[in-house]
């Protein structure tokens, strides 16, 4: 194996790595929004607070039934 491919093969696995970091912390977050809704935060104030849309929000919650 050459150098450039040894290269290629770590920036894959680095790539996979964030990917999956990203999953995690989209998981994390959502569980969280979830949390503070049901104890009555509002829409609004959830989308002020994450940076989202009052529509994401609450496109994120009707997927997770609330």
Not at 8 to 14: M, N, P, T, W, Y
Not at 35 to 54: I, M, P
Request: net charge negative; proline share 0%; no cysteine.
């Amino acid at each position: 194996m050459t150098d450039e491919e040894d290269v290629l093969e770590r920036a894959v696995a680095q790539l996979r790595a964030a990917e999956a970091a990203v999953i995690e912390a989209r998981r994390d977050l959502t569980a969280v929004i979830v949390a503070e809704r049901r104890a009555g935060v509002s829409v609004a104030d959830l989308a002020a607070r994450t940076g989202k849309t009052v529509i994401d929000i609450r496109n994120l919650l009707n997927v997770t039934g609330l």
